[in-house]
């Protein structure tokens, strides 16, 4: 087991800026984009899905448990399961309808745009029809502006108008207040 290491967390974005020429910077030189580092976005995932985990845990107070931790974040404050990244979830929450599944997305900034990897995708593209997987934004993560959204899964039907797909692949371009406090 490797010791546990602590880094400090210097202030800076959490995305690429874009160059004065419209492409994204980046490389070294002038002009380059700031990027937060490998261990700052771990620790800026890993705060969302702490406060993810206490606000389900007040939401579900008869639903949830540890066990409803799923993602890789959970062997760092948890005992047993080392949790799973590639599921398209951190969390489970068991509920007569079905299982309801969150994705938290964390931010140092206002938000606006979110990044899914391919086995979200793929969960929330399985769950269109019924659902069950939602995302859970966290804006402002690391401070006490923080705010957490929840947002319809953007393949489903009444989610349509909603996103704008920005780019190739799934970035998803949202208005913070469009999906506070649905259900």
Request: hydrophobic residues 35%.
């Amino acid at each position: 087991m490797s010791p546990v290491r602590y880094t400090r967390l210097a202030p800076g974005p959490t995305t690429t800026r874009r160059a004065a020429g419209g492409g994204t910077a980046g490389g070294g030189g002038r002009g380059a984009a700031e990027r937060a580092s490998d261990q700052q976005l771990n620790a800026i995932g890993f705060a969302g899905e702490w406060l993810a985990y206490r606000w389900l845990a007040e939401r579900y107070p008869h639903q949830f448990t540890d066990e409803c931790w799923v993602s890789a974040n959970r062997a760092q404050v948890l005992p047993g399961d080392r949790g799973d990244d590639g599921l398209g979830y951190d969390f489970i929450v068991p509920s007569r309808g079905g299982p309801v599944m969150y994705e938290v997305k964390s931010t140092t900034e206002d938000g606006g745009e979110i990044r899914l990897g391919e086995s979200e995708v793929l969960a929330a593209q399985r769950n269109a029809r019924n659902n069950w997987w939602r995302l859970l934004v966290i804006t402002n993560a690391l401070s006490t502006e923080r705010r957490m959204l929840q947002l319809r899964n953007p393949f489903a039907p009444m989610s349509r108008g909603r996103y704008t797909f920005a780019g190739q692949g799934l970035r998803l371009l949202y208005h913070p207040d469009d999906g506070a406090g649905q259900r």
